[in-house]
């Protein structure tokens, strides 16, 4: 089933109503009243360190570095088979997503026909192809 496309300007106006509506309940006394008993922010207790532990950032570093070889193995499958299918047994033709022109109607039409060829990164001048990239 496709999906309406829902205009800019319809959804500006969801979000204009819904800051109207917040902004009027901000008013109300029972909600002044919420935010004057928990103003959500809170006093360090003594001694408490200021920030995050280096054991922390570094954690945060290493999986921003590895996100980036699942994205790029992502993109790399994405661009070797270009189609999406959501049934288990479907059939060229009926994806529900693709990067690439319509299946020809040719019988001897593979899938490989399809793939993309995506640049070259290498790390190093060597001519030793990189680790997660296919030759």
């Known amino acids: 089933m496709v ?23 901000r008013e109300l006394p ?25 054991w922390l950032g570094w954690q945060h570093f290493l999986n921003a570095f590895l996100m980036i070889f699942i994205i790029r193995s992502g993109i790399t499958v994405l661009a070797d088979h270009p189609r999406l299918y959501w049934p288990k ?3 060229p033709g009926s994806e529900w997503f693709r990067m690439q022109k319509p299946v ?12 993309i060829t995506l640049p070259e990164c290498r790390v190093s001048r060597d001519p030793v192809p990189v680790v997660g990239l296919a030759p």
Not at 104 to 115: H, L, N, Q, R
């Open 104 to 115: 020809p109607d040719d019988p001897s039409y593979t899938a490989k026909a399809d793939s």
């Open 3 to 25: 999906q309406p496309v829902v205009a800019a300007s319809d959804r500006s106006g969801s979000l204009v109503a819904g800051i109207a509506i917040a902004k009027g309940l």
């Open 89 to 91: 047994h479907s059939t």
């Open 30 to 54: 029972a909600i002044q009243g919420f935010v004057l008993d928990y103003p959500g922010t809170m006093d360090l207790p003594d001694g408490a360190p200021v920030g995050i532990p280096a």
